[in-house]
């Protein structure tokens, strides 16, 4: 994916003479011929129409409006030409959504000032005349096939003579043979100069049609970003996988990502609206990456598989896999896309050691091996964070075609990702053993609750006033408690707002935590989940009662009482 730009087709070089004329290349390539002209016609029709009934109604004002369609004609047929550029198999970076002036003054100035507006209008001025170029050098070359293949046919016609000045030609057989011979010969030919146009046709399509160079390092930007917020939470291995494949997908050329276990079985899948190909995605692969690099593997039918490896610290003791990517038949990443997706790997990778993390620490269940997961977070995760900041930055250090409108779009994402290893601060506070005893309960809650609203756009409404009065072992359990519920209002409730208060009388201590998500049936699930077990464990162990009330459709309400600690009486 260069500069913002599509991935080239690169094929092998042909291993014998017939390579050219059964590769599907050439036929996509002279499908894509056969259209240009027609397609050229369409929009060069079109186009000048525009421009002339702008001009010559311009005295009566209302050719300015023919000519501004005439200009949006030019961005809407780019777009059907990159459509059409499918058909050789090039595929181009997906646009991102910049911000742009309002308002159709603001429209006509960005559209006027962005180079890929001239860029596209010459590929449109172009296209007619080079494809009729093309149509008549294969016209001619059809012709010579044609008459050479069909010399049986009109050289051993008796009723049809062949008279050169005054002689009379009686061909044998020998130059029968060897006219069909030029005709076989001028196929392969034919099938060489094919694929030679299709090559042409990508390279003038890749140089003119690319949009905003920015918009592939935006988006993958954004896609670490997000990966590393995902990752962060550290909640549902399975759904960090998931979305990890996601966003490697999006914002690659990728047809498919999968990231695959060390013995070939799927981890996680995302092939977009199109089945899958499981057998090139999953099981054993013929040329293992190396580590910190990509390998690319050609595919029978044209295309690709890139394996790149998903590295686990030494200290794991563990292969973490391979993450794989497949592309459409022609179709090659190039090496930013490639370094995008070996990144999306170490996300994964960071990912599994959390969850090993994380098990090991709920399996001794002490406070000093959670302060050890924190520190071991610290290194992984938030490194993760910084390595996206020192991306971006080089991201904005190396697209110099626009280097004032790329920093300005670039800049955002650098806040963002900056303001990621913020959250994971916040994160880190909520896992260490004595957050609680450094800052209290509420200042615990209101950490967790800033994180909670940026990686995942919740509205929080926190209503949390004074530190209640509870006792060490209390506080912990109102925080996992808490925790629990949001949670869950995360992972199942599909909530867009969150209520979360902390209130206290003469005798009890009240922690709620409620949604607006789409609830469930309590009295189908009986006593719940093991979330649920686990709050009303930690409940009682604090000498607290636990209540969930909820219904489908109407939310979920986790209110968590607590026996207050009565204050100390100095004598």
Request: one cysteine or more; hydrophobic letters at 50%.
């Amino acid at each position: 994916m260069d500069q913002g730009g599509p991935t080239r087709p690169a094929r092998p070089a042909p291993r014998h003479a017939l390579a050219e004329l059964l590769d599907p290349a050439t036929y996509r390539a002279a499908a894509y011929v056969l259209l240009s002209v027609p397609a050229g016609t369409l929009v060069a029709a079109l186009l000048t129409a525009a421009v002339l009934v702008g001009v010559l109604s311009l005295p009566v004002l209302i050719g300015a409006l023919f000519l501004i369609g005439a200009l949006w004609l030019v961005a809407a047929l780019g777009d059907a030409q990159r459509a059409l550029m499918g058909v050789l198999g090039v595929r181009f970076a997906r646009p991102a959504h910049a911000l742009r002036p309002g308002g159709l003054l603001g429209w006509l100035g960005a559209t006027l000032g962005d180079p890929a507006t001239y860029r596209t209008l010459l590929f449109h001025v172009i296209q007619l005349p080079l494809g009729l170029i093309c149509w008549v050098v294969l016209a001619a070359l059809l012709a010579a096939v044609v008459l050479g293949l069909g010399a049986p046919i009109w050289l051993m016609d008796k009723s049809v003579p062949l008279v050169w000045n005054e002689w009379t030609l009686e061909p044998g057989p020998v130059a029968v043979a060897g006219l069909m011979l030029t005709g076989a010969g001028a196929l392969i030919v034919t099938a060489g100069v094919v694929n030679l146009m299709g090559r042409m046709w990508t390279r003038l399509g890749a140089a003119l049609l690319a949009r905003d160079p920015a918009e592939a390092a935006r988006r993958e930007v954004i896609a670490l970003r997000r990966a590393a917020g995902r990752v962060a939470l550290g909640d549902d291995l399975p759904a960090t996988l998931r979305d990890l494949t996601t966003q490697a997908r999006a914002a690659s050329t990728a047809d498919a990502v999968a990231l695959v276990a060390p013995d070939g079985t799927l981890r996680a899948l995302d092939a977009g609206f199109g089945p899958p190909d499981l057998a090139a995605l999953s099981g054993p692969l013929t040329r293992p990456p190396a580590p910190g690099e990509a390998s690319l593997t050609p595919l029978s039918g044209g295309a690709a598989l890139a394996a790149l490896p998903v590295t686990l610290p030494a200290s794991a003791g563990a292969d973490g896999g391979t993450l794989r990517a497949l592309y459409a038949p022609g179709t090659r990443p190039g090496a930013d896309e490639l370094a995008f997706l070996l990144s999306i790997a170490d996300h994964a990778g960071t990912a599994l050691h959390a969850t090993q993390l994380i098990e090991r620490a709920g399996a001794r269940a002490g406070e000093q091996e959670r302060a050890r997961l924190a520190r071991e977070l610290h290194d992984s995760v938030a490194q993760a964070l910084y390595g996206i900041t020192l991306g971006a930055k080089t991201a904005r250090a190396t697209l110099e075609r626009d280097p004032d409108r790329t920093r300005q779009s670039l800049e955002y994402t650098i806040r963002l990702a900056e303001g990621g290893v913020s959250e994971m601060k916040a994160l880190l506070f909520s896992l260490r053993p004595d957050a609680l005893e450094e800052g209290g309960l509420i200042a615990a809650l209101t950490q967790h609750a800033h994180a909670l609203e940026a990686r995942h756009g919740l509205t929080v409404h926190a209503d949390l006033r004074e530190e209640p009065a509870l006792s060490p072992d209390a506080q912990a359990a109102a925080y996992r408690v808490a925790q629990e519920a949001l949670h869950n209002t995360v992972k199942h409730a599909r909530a867009g707002q969150v209520w979360l208060s902390v209130t206290q009388d003469a005798t009890h201590v009240t922690l709620s935590v409620r949604d607006d998500g789409r609830g469930f049936d309590v009295n189908a699930q009986g006593r719940g989940t093991l979330g649920q077990r686990s709050m009303r464990e930690r409940a009682a162990g604090a000498g607290g009662t636990l209540e969930v009330l909820s219904d489908p459709g109407q939310g979920t309400r986790v209110t968590l009482t607590l026996p207050a600690t009565r204050p100390e009486v100095s004598a």
